[in-house]
């Protein structure tokens, strides 16, 4: 196994430590027999591994990765982010850096890892702490006849 194949493993099982999820989808053409033999030893429960993104799926799962020797579109990725999966990691090599770094922070993901030794990058998104509730943001206060006095701007 090569140091790339080592730091994409090892980051992607913290992120099963940290989310637990049961089920994963994973994107890729590549053998990750041995991501497999260490994902089995968590708590997850289904993994499924597809070469090329199914559109006409709709199962959802819990955690949805791409690896990066897949290439999807802005489309693609809406797809599942809208459809498949409220958790997604999404992994690119340095090629096309800014072109990605728009569209990633266009769609809401982060960029999670930067590791120009083995040109490897890793985006996500969460939707749970994608928009963070805000205290205002309510409707407890507004439109409220008792405070139309209270609050002018």
Known sequence: MIKKDKTLY?????????????KIKIL????????????????????NIYPTLNKDSAENCDLFILLDDIKVS????GIIKNLLSQKIVIFTDFK???KNDEMMLKLGFQTELRDQNNMLKC??????TYNNKRSWNNP????????FDKFRW
Request: charged content about 30%.
């Open 96 to 98: 096309n850096d800014t």
């Open 74 to 77: 802005e489309s693609d990725i």
């Open 10 to 22: 090892s980051y992607i099982c913290n992120i099963v430590a940290d989310e637990k999820p049961e």
């Open 123 to 128: 985006y996500s998104y969460n939707l749970k």
């Open 28 to 47: 890729t053409s590549q053998d990750i027999s041995k991501l497999i033999k260490r994902l089995e030893k968590t708590s997850v429960e289904n993994i």
């Open 140 to 147: 407890k206060g507004w439109a409220n006849p008792e405070n």
